[in-house]
C-alpha cells in the first residue's frame, strides 16, 4: 500500500524553525519526485518546494526561498522540509506529495498525498 505520512508540523512563534518530514512506505522514493504543498484557511492549496530524483535539483516558490530547504534522504525513504524564520503567513496545512519520474510544483502533477500537518506561526 503507497503511502505518504508528514510529521513535524506544531506550534511555533515568528523566526522560529521547524522540521517536516514526509516517510514513504510501500514504494521507494529515489525514482520520485517529491513536493511540498501548502493550504491556508480559505486559500487555495499552494506549491512551496520541489526535489526531483534524476538530479536533485529543487525549487522554491519566491515567499520561501532563502528561508526553507528540502533534502532527501533515499536510505530512509524520507523527505525533510526544513523552515527557518518562519512568518506568521506560513502557518498552513502542510502536504508532501509524490510523482514517479518528473513533476514540477504544479498539485495536479503529482499521484500520491500525505495526510497533512498543521504549521502555526503565531506569538
Known amino acids: 500500500q503507497v503511502q505518504l505520512v508528514e510529521s513535524g508540523g506544531g506550534l511555533v512563534q515568528p523566526g522560529g524553525s521547524l522540521r517536516l518530514s514526509c516517510e514513504a512506505s510501500?514504494?521507494?522514493?529515489?525514482?520520485?519526485?517529491i513536493g511540498w504543498f501548502r493550504q491556508a484557511p480559505g486559500k487555495e492549496r499552494e506549491g512551496v518546494s520541489c526535489?526531483?530524483?534524476?538530479?536533485?535539483?529543487?525549487y522554491y516558490v519566491d515567499s520561501v526561498k532563502g528561508r526553507f530547504t528540502i533534502s532527501r534522504d533515499n536510505a530512509k525513504n524520507t523527505v525533510y522540509l526544513q523552515m527557518n524564520s518562519l512568518k506568521p503567513e506560513d502557518t498552513a496545512v502542510y502536504y508532501c506529495?509524490?510523482?514517479?519520474?518528473?513533476?514540477?510544483?504544479?498539485?495536479?502533477?503529482?499521484?500520491?498525498w500525505g495526510q497533512g500537518t498543521q504549521v502555526t506561526v503565531s506569538s
Open positions: 526535489i526531483r530524483h534524476t538530479d536533485g535539483s529543487t
Open positions: 506529495a509524490a510523482r514517479f519520474g518528473v513533476a514540477g510544483i504544479w498539485d495536479y502533477e503529482y499521484d500520491y
Open positions: 510501500g514504494f521507494t522514493l529515489e525514482s520520485y519526485a
